[in-house]
């Protein structure tokens, strides 16, 4: 993020050029890098009693760093962080694959 306006209701943001991870959980492609820096970020916003929406299309990879692209973030609570949620959409679990059927 770049600049916020909130009497506006406008972000602006830097285009980061990359795959999601949610496009490469689908093609086969996830290194064990991506989850290990997105446990890292973990550690910061639990810290600060922070989750983010951790759903993959939300994450890019550029360089083999991710970023976060997406703007929600919300106060922290145990049943939508990363280790209960958002890791059922971080590799190829039944979770992911009925999502990607649905959406397909």
Known sequence: MIDVDIENER???EFIDGDTIY?????GRMKKTYM??????CVLLYAFNTNIDYFPTNFVVQNNEIYY???ECNDYME???????GIKYWS???????Y???HS
Request: without cysteine; hydrophobic residues 45%; aromatic residues 14%.
């Open 100 to 102: 990607v059927k649905e």
């Open 11 to 13: 972000i602006l943001k």
């Open 79 to 85: 049943e939508w962080n990363f280790e209960n949620w």
């Open 69 to 71: 692209i997406d703007f």
């Open 92 to 98: 190829q679990t039944p979770e992911f694959l009925q």
């Open 23 to 27: 496009e490469l959980v689908l093609q």
């Open 36 to 41: 290990e820096q997105l446990k890292d970020m």
